[in-house]
């Protein structure tokens, strides 16, 4: 079992900045991958970044160039630099880990994006 601590939404203005952090504990060994979804109401679940360890790091189309997925090995983190914030950008926020095939999910979090 992996579990997962997401921490960092928030309410930001149209053009602002968060942080995302997503802490990883128990058989933390041998993870594939660590990346952020989102959700926003009506929606269905998508890619915003994600990690392939040791292979390639992905982002959206839609984000590409204004977040940064990034991930700190001896805290068993992985972070989301969101930069110039769009209102499309509102959604729950989820981590995502895969080991050995199987997926594992955060509780979500809030991003809102408005004036």
């Known amino acids: 079992q992996v579990q997962l601590v997401e921490s960092g939404g928030g309410l930001v203005q149209p053009g602002g900045s968060l942080r995302l952090s997503c802490a990883a504990s128990g058989n933390i060994f041998s993870i594939n991958a660590m990346g952020w979804y989102r959700q926003a109401p009506g929606k269905e679940r998508e890619l915003v970044a994600a990690i392939i360890i040791g292979r390639s790091t992905n982002y959206a189309d839609s984000v590409k160039g204004r977040f940064t997925i990034s991930r700190d090995n001896a805290k068993n983190t992985v972070y989301l630099q969101m930069n110039s914030l769009k209102p499309e950008d509102t959604a729950v926020y989820y981590c995502?880990?895969?080991?050995?095939?199987?997926?594992?999910w955060g509780q979500g979090t809030q991003v809102t994006v408005s004036s």
């Open positions: 995502n880990v895969v080991r050995y095939g199987l997926a594992y």
